[in-house]
């Protein structure tokens, strides 16, 4: 008996090695500045923070890849009822799924963190205009401070809550800001509707494209406070112990993004890019920054 079940534990561990690797790719390919922060991290570490990144890219990919709200809402309930159980036939037949709730399990990561994520990226299912500036902050938290929270954990047991928050919201306002135009074209805006009321401007005028000194001087006020939040992140990683700093590096890269919108020819309705090198130069420096002496 006790061979049967040493026979089922190597049957078992085969698979989930290979849905390791598989998030591994699938984040080297789609979150290439995360992977290549994750590098910097203990090699046994790797795994699991690429299952964590693998799962935000594949709930955050769910409303590119449906024709209508429906078929996303069930991709969504899917995943949430994954969370639930993790032993299920097609939960564990699903690479990314697998080895994203094995590092949930032997990580101690919150399941409740990654529940709201899934309910707030139910809102990029629908065209429904972000409210008001409270409600994009609450957006952030949950779709992007949770994922610096949880990898804080994993590399050093330890979820760096006011780092995390400040991180998220940086992070993802700054994304928000360059993906503009991607979600201009499947109708959908996330620049809060009272920000664009105080510049006399409305969620309309995004989605009909027009750029405007106004739309500016309001997209110039996101970036004020990616850019404030984003201070408030590095000064908090300062005082981190170095295993936790990999968490944090992407961060590194998001003022070469807010810089490039500064520049005199951006242009809000074309994805915001740096080259590759730059970003990998930047990561680079901050890891020596990490070292410590």
Not at 17 to 43: I, K, M, Q
Not at 218 to 244: F, M, N, P
């Amino acid at each position: 008996m006790m061979a049967r079940a040493a026979e089922a534990g190597s049957i078992r561990a085969a698979p989930l090695a290979a849905h390791y690797e598989y998030c591994g790719t699938l984040v080297r390919e789609h979150d290439r500045d995360r992977w290549l922060a994750s590098l910097f991290a203990p090699a046994e570490k790797r795994p699991h923070l690429h299952a964590l990144y693998g799962f935000n890219i594949e709930i955050a990919r769910i409303p590119q890849v449906v024709s209508d709200p429906m078929p996303g809402e069930i991709r969504m309930q899917w995943w949430s009822e994954a969370l639930e159980d993790a032993a299920r036939g097609d939960v564990v037949a699903h690479p990314v799924a697998d080895a994203f709730l094995d590092t949930v399990a032997k990580c101690g990561l919150p399941q409740g963190d990654f529940a709201a994520l899934i309910e707030a990226r139910r809102f990029d299912l629908y065209h429904d205009p972000m409210p008001d500036m409270p409600a994009l902050i609450t957006y952030c938290d949950a779709t992007a401070s949770c994922l610096f929270s949880a990898a804080a954990q994993i590399l050093a047991g330890e979820k760096a809550a006011k780092t995390s928050h400040a991180a998220g919201i940086a992070y993802a306002i700054t994304g928000l800001l360059r993906a503009l135009p991607f979600h201009t074209a499947r109708g959908q805006c996330f620049v809060p509707a009272d920000l664009l009321a105080r510049y006399g401007m409305s969620p309309a005028d995004i989605l009909a494209w027009r750029d405007t000194p106004d739309l500016r001087a309001a997209l110039g006020e996101l970036r004020t406070t990616a850019g404030d939040h984003l201070a408030q992140a590095r000064a908090s990683v300062d005082s981190l112990g170095i295993a936790a700093r990999p968490a944090f590096m992407p961060v590194a890269v998001l003022r070469l993004y807010l810089a490039a919108m500064e520049r005199p020819d951006y242009d809000p309705f074309t994805v915001t890019e740096v080259p590759q090198w730059q970003r990998q130069w930047r990561l680079w420096r901050e890891s020596r920054a990490a070292r410590p002496g």
